[in-house]
């Protein structure tokens, strides 16, 4: 992938402000709104079964997140899903938790039954865990390393096909056909509760303009990459740090961008 | 309406510190809550419909926010609307997502024929979708103009005997015999989630301290359009403005919000 | 208790990192989830009752917030409890809004029967309240001073064999055998919400490092007076408090803390 590529993906989203359908957990939703805000795209939290369906059909893409899951929020996820699927639209999921409990494994194996996801972003313990999940075997979790888990996340993107994000120190994207690392971030970005949760939102507006899943998710983890790597040089803690990335997700410049971005493809 | 009414009324919330009761959406009820502290209000945040009755009795004001709404959370915002139109407790609404399901719709319907509200504050759109919701027309949102908005807004005013404000580049209070047009505020505030709702629930602390509820809700707006103008000065994006907007509406000055407050009243 | 051994609790959670489950209220999740990652600490917040006895399984403490309680999240709140009873782990109360209403009290009084609990943090009119709900009469909440409140204190810690602590301008933190106050903190703590359930959720991760439960919650109490005393000195309101607040969880040095704490210990 291109830089200018990827910056002409985040113009697009600021330009076009995709209205991003999200049924999330409670403790992100005020911080996903937000860096939807900043990021220029139109955030909307619908949870209701009796409505889930309208949003859908006027949003531009859904993100599924089941950080706080209970029974009538999963069968509005399971709504909203078979929805989006009828309308083709992008949808994200954010297993949050996953391998936490085996309620979790449930639902996200009801949930990974029921639609067509266009992109999966996780961290590495979630990324294995939900192949182990639909891999019926305890096997794939037995190792809990970086290696496996792009394994994992290369199985999952065969499976489900669609692009599987893995975040870490190093952030993933990884299709059936190809792979690229992205070499931004910090390390205070996991001192913040919900920045994975904000991730997987930026990613859903991404997809909402971008049609070509690798390339909306690659565009997305990059902006976030990026934006976080220079609100940490200029913030004290995780405080200052929730202000300079909400700003900077705002008023980033080309230039800072393009001069700031590292990453690194492979062909398999 | 005079300056130093407006300030007069400020203070007073600050003095007397109203209890408000918010029956609010997820994305809001932090935020909210921190502006209405910031303000010198009292909020609380109860939603259960075993105790709703309970603290509308003890509130000075209700404010009833559909941002998220449910089933359930919909049956207590009826149990709360009952009980404070019985004891004759200053209500506000905010109709957030008017017209984007058909689901929401029918609610407002039913919680506008449940209530007897004091004010309702939202933005264009929602004013247009309220109207023609209660107009059992479509007409009236043919075109999504301001001025249409107004219209819809003063048709609002006499059909629920209340205040409205419509919140835009131009906030606008108006009830059956008077306009008022507020002209601070800065553009930032519409990349931060939840800052209509935040209104709203500002508007509910000033309706606790002052019965005229056309002066209550001009007082809020223009408390929140000074301070939200004042912190836009000296922020870098929706991150920091967030911040200084809490600061500033805890520390603005007489000085400053006289100096900075524009506004012009019509009578019709 | 010495000012280092509370020094050395404060490290234990940053390098041991527990995980805390948080069974909490909407208005706080974010915040608290923050504090305790600032902290050092893992948070994790699930609800739902198919999953609430996996999530306490595998975390070092249960936290129990009541302030937006509903019917479903008290059911999970009991099972949660029962398993935590069961694995003698480590259990907090927050009793939010105790004595607001009748339902609030009832809540209250079906959890402290079902859990064992090792701590309950509250402000004195909440302590009033639930040992009046304990002691079946309203004698005690009859005067609501401090003086009052300390003794209610002392009487709920004889009777539910627990540490309790008393938010206040001065914190105190009480069982059947000795007291301590805490001289830190700052007015500005009030104007922000969810300041007391962050520290409750905090003195749950010091409950699950550190056995002693008095001297856990003290070293918690002591830990946000102190960050939150250094905060308020750089901050020009409630916005830039909560920023710095959170900066100073995390960077607070030794130094800072030990030259800062100011508390005093009596043996009954």
Request: hydrophobic share 45%.
């Given at each position: 992938?291109?830089?200018?590529?990827?910056?002409?993906?985040?113009?697009?989203?600021?330009?076009?402000?995709?209205?991003?359908?999200?049924?999330?957990?409670?403790?992100?939703?005020?911080?996903?709104?937000?860096?939807?805000?900043?990021?220029?795209?139109?955030?909307?939290?619908?949870?209701?079964?009796e409505?889930?369906?309208?949003?859908?059909?006027?949003?531009?893409?859904?993100?599924?997140?089941?950080?706080?899951?209970?029974?009538?929020?999963?069968?509005?996820?399971?709504?909203?899903?078979?929805?989006?699927?009828?309308?083709?639209?992008?949808?994200?999921?954010?297993?949050?938790?996953?391998g936490?409990?085996?309620?979790?494994?449930?639902?996200?194996?009801?949930?990974?039954?029921?639609?067509?996801?266009?992109?999966?972003?996780?961290?590495?313990?979630?990324?294995?865990?939900?192949?182990?999940?639909?891999?019926?075997?305890?096997g794939?979790?037995?190792?809990?390393?970086?290696?496996?888990?792009?394994?994992?996340?290369?199985?999952?993107?065969?499976?489900?096909?669609?692009?599987?994000?893995?975040?870490?120190?190093?952030?993933?994207?990884?299709?059936?056909?190809?792979?690229?690392?992205?070499?931004?971030?910090?390390?205070?970005?996991?001192?913040?509760?919900?920045?994975?949760?904000?991730?997987?939102?930026?990613?859903?507006?991404f997809?909402?303009?971008?049609?070509?899943?690798?390339?909306?998710?690659f565009?997305?983890?990059a902006?976030?990459?990026?934006?976080?790597?220079?609100?940490?040089?200029?913030?004290?803690?995780?405080?200052s740090?929730?202000?300079?990335?909400?700003?900077?997700?705002?008023?980033?410049?080309k230039?800072?961008?393009?001069?700031?971005?590292?990453?690194?493809?492979?062909?398999?």
């Amino acid at each position: 992938m291109e830089k200018l590529n990827i910056w002409r993906n985040i113009e697009n989203v600021k330009q076009s402000s995709p209205l991003v359908h999200n049924i999330t957990n409670y403790v992100a939703m005020n911080n996903t709104a937000n860096a939807l805000l900043a990021s220029g795209a139109s955030p909307v939290m619908a949870h209701a079964e009796e409505e889930v369906e309208g949003m859908v059909t006027i949003s531009g893409a859904l993100v599924i997140n089941i950080g706080t899951l209970s029974r009538h929020w999963v069968a509005a996820m399971k709504k909203a899903l078979i929805k989006a699927r009828l309308l083709n639209k992008p949808v994200i999921l954010d297993p949050v938790g996953a391998g936490a409990t085996s309620y979790r494994n449930r639902m996200l194996a009801e949930l990974l039954e029921t639609g067509k996801f266009s992109a999966i972003r996780a961290n590495a313990s979630e990324i294995l865990s939900l192949a182990s999940v639909s891999h019926q075997t305890k096997g794939v979790d037995s190792t809990n390393t970086a290696e496996e888990a792009l394994k994992a996340a290369q199985y999952l993107s065969q499976k489900y096909e669609c692009t599987i994000s893995v975040s870490g120190p190093e952030d993933y994207i990884i299709n059936k056909e190809k792979k690229a690392k992205i070499l931004n971030g910090h390390p205070i970005m996991s001192k913040v509760t919900a920045m994975g949760c904000t991730a997987t939102a930026i990613a859903g507006a991404f997809l909402a303009v971008e049609p070509d899943t690798f390339q909306a998710v690659f565009s997305a983890m990059a902006f976030m990459g990026v934006a976080g790597e220079l609100a940490a040089k200029i913030s004290k803690g995780p405080g200052s740090f929730q202000v300079n990335f909400l700003d900077k997700l705002y008023n980033i410049s080309k230039d800072e961008f393009l001069t700031t971005i590292k990453f690194s493809n492979y062909e398999y």
